[in-house]
């Protein structure tokens, strides 16, 4: 069983940065290729990115390819995303997740353990 809480939304305005964490409890995160999801309001969940176990390899929405970067940091079982030149459309909340079998996603069904979320919200 793997707990995940993130941490790191807020309010910024258009063009702004945050970065996302994803801290890891129970196993250790590196037996997981994770991801980062969001869903706003009366949308459905949709996929931001993913990185393999290792960091090796890392996957973008293409919404969000050029602004947004994953990252993991094993040692501290934690994962990241930074989130620079922010945008409206990018209100949502942001859940982390982790993926015990081999291969890596873009399906949230894909996924085995979810975080709560943390809302992030972007003013214009």
């Known amino acids: 069983q793997v707990q995940l809480v993130e941490s790191g939304g807020g309010l910024v305005q258009a063009g702004g940065s945050l970065r996302l964490s994803c801290a890891a409890s129970g196993r250790t995160l590196s037996n997981y290729n994770m991801g980062w999801f969001r869903q706003a309001p009366g949308k459905e969940r949709e996929f931001v990115a993913t990185?393999?176990?290792?960091?090796?390899?890392?996957y973008y929405a293409d919404s969000v390819r050029v602004r947004f970067t994953i990252s993991r940091d094993n040692a501290k079982n934690t994962v990241y995303l930074q989130m620079n030149a922010l945008e409206p459309e990018d209100t949502a909340v942001y859940y982390c997740?982790?993926?015990?079998?081999?291969?890596?996603?873009?399906?949230?069904?894909?996924?085995?353990?979810w975080g709560q979320g943390t809302q992030v919200t972007v003013s214009s």
């Open positions: 997740a982790a993926r015990a079998a081999y291969g890596m996603r873009y399906q949230a069904g894909e996924y085995d353990y």
């Open positions: 990185i393999a176990w290792n960091g090796r390899t890392t």
